[in-house]
């Protein structure tokens, strides 16, 4: 793997490879994303967000299945304070066949606890799981909050 065997260091190549990308392509959705991808992956959230705000605009779109599987930008948009988008991102999947995706509604619950909605981000993360029992991040998000 070499420079790859480091996650920083991946993620820094990764970056590198999505702003070559966008040198030729700028309308480039995918480059868009993946460079906002790489940013999350460095603690660069406010260049992540903007590069998920770039890829978003882009024509054509990523198809929309991209944050059933791919949470950079939740993660960014959170990372900023940027709630809305995340409740936004969450929304438009759990609408579109994505309601039994665990992490919709992990992040719905961490941006209600952020906007100290205890009883939403408890419910929440009841739900995220309601779908898999085992997953860790949400158990530790419900067993934090205050009873």
């Keep these: ?8 260091q991946a993620a820094e190549i990764a970056a590198e490879t999505a ?24 603690g660069r959230y406010e260049e992540a967000s903007t590069a998920f705000d770039q890829s978003r605009r ?3 779109p990523l198809p929309w299945r991209m944050t059933w599987y791919q949470f950079a930008p939740f993660e960014a948009y959170y ?7 995340v409740l936004s991102l ?8 994505g309601e039994y995706v665990e992490e919709m509604h992990y992040w719905q619950g ?8 205890v009883n939403g981000a408890r419910a929440a993360f009841q739900r995220a799981l309601g779908h898999n029992s085992r997953y860790t991040a949400a158990r530790e998000a419900l067993d934090s909050l205050p009873a």
Excluded: C, H, I, K
């Design 110 to 117: 961490r941006v209600f606890e952020a906007q100290g909605n």
């Design 79 to 85: 990372n900023v304070g940027r709630y809305d988008e």
């Design 19 to 42: 702003q070559a990308e966008l040198q030729v392509n700028r309308q480039n959705a995918v480059s868009w994303f993946n460079l906002g991808t790489a940013l999350t992956r460095l």
């Design 1 to 8: 793997l070499g420079d790859l065997a480091d996650p920083n």
């Design 58 to 60: 882009q024509n054509p």
């Design 90 to 97: 969450a929304e438009a999947n759990l609408s579109n066949s």
